[in-house]
């Protein structure tokens, strides 16, 4: 009985270090850009473009690459979802549970969770090179799909495994079919894990860099057709920090942390929303 009394304390204090642990990370990791980029930061930075000596630390701001984040990572967003959600409800719902081709789909989509960002840089830059392109907004969406579609599709198919069998029995005796069932009864349902899914994957795409930086390419203005490139805010951080003045390299560090608000707020609404609809979810 002391023995399993001293077990569980080890793994309770193991537990809570490493809950310390992580929480400790992320406090250095906002420490650190706030003491660097804080004095960087103003309204100026955020609703201005950048001017001629900009990265010399001149004026301007960096309104370019913060809209042009939104869009290329909405954008893939958008495009990730229209391509993960029939895979999932076909996967969950139009096959054997036991056959083949789920476990085939559902082990590649877990290798393709695991590849590393710059090589779906690499695939794209290969794809525009294939089709003879230039770096652009559409591009760097098709390629941040790409590195979207496993994560959004591996956590939407953990979700709907979660729905119980005997509210899909009911539908079925209601008449209902395979179908109707799906997108009437399934989606309500899963939709507190579908929105997390969409918007974890959201918050990937907008923190990526190595993916948009052979396909997207970069500008100092604000792109208005899927033909042109575009900034974002991860490149913009990379090019200030390669820069070897001081009040560029601030104004990375302020970039950083608009970058990191922008994923907390993404991160607050998931909870938010995920909070709100969990309450008509049949447990």
């Given amino acids: 009985m002391k023995w399993r009394y001293l077990e569980e304390k080890v793994f309770q204090g193991l537990m809570i270090a490493a809950t310390l ?48 984040s939104l869009q290329l990572a909405g954008g893939a967003t958008l495009l990730a979802l229209t391509i993960s959600l029939p895979i999932v409800f076909y996967l969950n719902y139009f096959t054997r549970p036991r056959s083949l081709w789920p476990i085939i789909t559902r082990f590649s989509l877990d290798v393709l969770w695991g590849v590393p960002s710059i090589v779906y840089g690499a695939f794209g830059f290969l794809l525009m090179t294939w089709l003879d392109l230039k770096a652009s907004l559409l591009l760097g969406i098709i390629t941040l799909a790409f590195l979207e579609i496993p994560i959004m599709g591996r956590a939407m198919d953990e979700v709907f495994k979660l729905v119980p069998r005997d509210l899909l029995d009911a539908s079925f005796s209601l008449g209902a079919t395979r179908w109707e069932t799906a997108w009437k009864v399934v989606l309500r349902q899963t939709l507190p894990g579908i929105v997390t899914a969409i918007l974890i994957a959201f918050g990937r795409a907008i923190g990526d860099a190595a993916s948009v930086l052979l396909t997207a390419g970069y500008t100092d203005n604000l792109t208005t057709s899927l033909f042109q490139p575009v900034a974002s805010l991860p490149l913009a951080i990379f090019f200030q920090l390669g820069t070897p003045y001081p009040e560029v390299q601030q104004r990375a560090y302020a970039a950083a942390i608009i970058l990191t608000l922008i994923i907390l707020a993404v991160s607050f609404v998931s909870r938010r929303i995920a909070r709100h609809y969990s309450r008509h979810l049949v447990l």
């Fill in 21 to 68: 642990l992580a929480a400790l990370v992320l406090l250095i990791i906002l420490g650190t850009i706030l003491f660097k980029g804080a004095k960087a930061l103003s309204l100026e930075m955020l609703f201005r473009l950048p001017k001629g000596g900009y990265y010399l630390g001149r004026e301007g701001g960096i309104l370019n690459a913060i809209v042009g």
